[in-house]
């Protein structure tokens, strides 16, 4: 058995639930690499760049219609017609400017997609996502005013010793608005993100091995 999916089955062991949803991030990674995975039957993937997953994706996509790909990284608006192509799911929206891009982008192809918010839950500068006091306009603009299909909250915390803090405002943000997904929990902190009822986590080393 390839070490890539005895890693992902601990993982999974470890979860020990099926409706949590494993996104394997796969960015920097060769398909071939990942291919172990892919042929354990596993669907989800996550990759952060959209260049990069369209020349590994795009093809691959067509003959295995199963794979459901996730954009977990900066989004530019410029780039939202080929994510909406390509993806999904998409984790990191944040501003209206992009979400007017992917509900026109949406229109022009005839394709709906899963959306997440993306939050800035530690206010950190050098970090996207919006802030958590305009999130209840921001909400209200992409679904009543855009009509994304906005399925859940996402954030990635400040690496510190309080991220399980971080997790719990967000569970709680996500049920003041009626959500039933929730996209948080990476491969060093996965556990912690479970107890605040993350239905999707993002985990890429903990898979993969450490990127290079």
Not at 20 to 39: Q, R
Not at 190 to 196: H, N, S
Request: charged share 25%; with cysteine; proline share 1%.
């Amino acid at each position: 058995m390839s070490i890539i999916v005895e890693r992902f089955n601990k993982i999974k062991s470890n979860i020990n639930n099926n409706s949590i949803n494993i996104i394997a991030v796969s960015k920097t990674y060769t398909l071939d690499y990942i291919k172990p995975l892919i042929d354990h039957g596993h669907i989800h993937f996550g990759e952060n760049k959209v260049q990069e997953a369209d020349s590994k994706w795009s093809d691959f996509k067509k003959i295995n219609e199963k794979i459901k790909l996730h954009m977990i990284g900066k989004l530019q608006s410029n780039k939202a017609k080929k994510a909406v192509q390509l993806f999904d799911y998409i984790h990191s929206v944040d501003n209206e400017k992009l979400a007017t891009a992917l509900s026109k982008s949406e229109k022009s192809i005839n394709k709906k997609l899963k959306y997440f918010i993306q939050v800035n839950v530690g206010r950190e500068s050098q970090k996207s996502g919006i802030s958590s006091n305009n999130l209840d306009e921001f909400y209200n603009y992409c679904t009543r005013e855009i009509n994304l299909d906005i399925i859940g909250l996402m954030a990635i915390p400040p690496n510190d010793s309080n991220v399980e803090k971080y997790f719990k405002f967000l569970y709680e943000t996500n049920i003041s608005l009626g959500l039933k997904e929730l996209s948080m929990g990476m491969s060093a902190d996965y556990i912690g993100a479970l107890k605040y009822k993350s239905t999707f986590v993002r985990i890429g080393s903990a898979i993969f091995g450490r990127r290079i």
